[in-house]
C-alpha cells in the first residue's frame, strides 16, 4: 500500500475531526455561560443545534410636530355671555331671565313662541317656551296679590263695592233691585214684549235649557215662542211654535249661527239677543232687565247709538248701587289715625 492509498483513506477522518472542532468552538461561543463540566456531562451530538437569538431593536420614539402658537392672548380672556343682553340674544340661549327690561322679555317671548310653533316635534322648542310661561306666570301671581291687596286698601278700586259680584253681594243686589225689577217686567208688558227662542229638535243642548226659559218667561209674564229651525217644535212648545218654513229667514237676518239661542223680541222691529248656548238662568234674567232698561232709557234721552241691527242702548243710569256714601278723604298727609283718635274713637283715655 503506498503513501497515496493511506491518504485516501485519513482524509475523511481529519475532515471529519475538524467539523468537530469547528461545532464544538461554535458552541463555546454561542454559550459562554456553561462551565466545561457542564459541556463534558452533556456530551456533543451532531444533530443538536445552536439556539438562534434575534436581537431585539428599539423603535424609534414618534416625532411630535412643534406647532406655533398664533392665537391672540386677548382672546384667551372670558368674554361677556351674550345670552345675557338683548342684543345678542337667540333661541338656541333659552329663556333668559330679563330682569326689568321689558324690551327683552318681549323679544324672547316672540322668538321663543315662534320657534316652538314652527319646529315640530321639537321638545326642546316647547321646553323653551314653557321656561318663558313659568316667569310669566310667576309674575302674574305676584301681580295679582298685590292687585287684591290694592282693592281691599282702597275701596275706590274695587268695582265690586258698588256692582257684588259674589254670591252674598248677589243675593243683597237682587233683594235690593226687586222693585226695580218688577216695574222693568211691567214695562215690557205694556210693550208687548216676547221671548223667541231658536232651537232644533236634535240639539241636545236646547232641550237642556227649555225648562229655564220657560221659567224665566213665567216669572216676567211674557209669552215665548219656539222658532224651530228644522220641521218640529220641541215638545214643550205645542201651540207657539214655528217651523222651518217660517223661521230660516229672521234666523239668517238676526245670524242666529248657534241654537239655542234666546232674544227678546219688541214690536215693531227691535230685537235684543239675551243668551247663545247654554246660559244659567239668573245670567239670562239680569240681561233682561238690565238690556230692557238700558233700551228704555236710549229711547228717552234720545240716544242714537245702534248699529247692525241691534237697538240703541244707554247704561248710564242702570248702575245697582246698594253702598252708602261715606266720607270724603282727609286732606292730612297722615294715612292712619294716630292712638288719641283711637282712644276716643272707641270712647277710651289714657
Known sequence: MNLKHLWIIFLPAVLLCNSVLAQTDSLEKSAPDESL?????????????????????????????????????????????????????????????????????????????????????????????QYYMKWVMERATEVANIWQYNMTQNPELDPQVKSPVSTFGLRLMTEVEHGHESEIYSALRNENAQLIYFSRTDCTYCHSMTPHVLTIAKKAGLPIWDASLDEACLPEFKDKCGTAAVTTKPAQLLQVTTVPSLFLYIKPGTWIRLSTGVTDESSITTRLTSFFAAYRNALLKGVSNGQNGRPSVDFSDTETNGASQGVAPSGSSSKNPTESDINQMLGKSK
Open 37 to 129: 463540566k457542564q459541556k463534558a456531562e452533556k456530551g456533543w451530538f451532531f444533530y443538536e443545534k445552536t439556539p438562534i437569538v434575534e436581537e431585539k431593536i428599539p423603535k424609534p420614539a414618534p416625532v411630535v410636530p412643534v406647532v406655533e402658537d398664533k392665537s391672540n392672548p386677548d382672546d384667551k380672556k372670558p368674554k361677556p355671555d351674550k345670552c345675557k343682553k338683548v342684543d345678542t340674544w337667540s333661541t338656541e340661549c333659552g329663556f333668559v331671565d330679563p330682569g326689568t327690561d321689558f324690551s327683552f322679555q318681549e323679544k324672547q317671548r316672540d322668538a321663543l313662541m315662534q320657534s316652538m310653533v314652527m319646529n315640530k316635534n321639537d321638545p326642546k322648542a316647547v321646553e323653551n317656551f
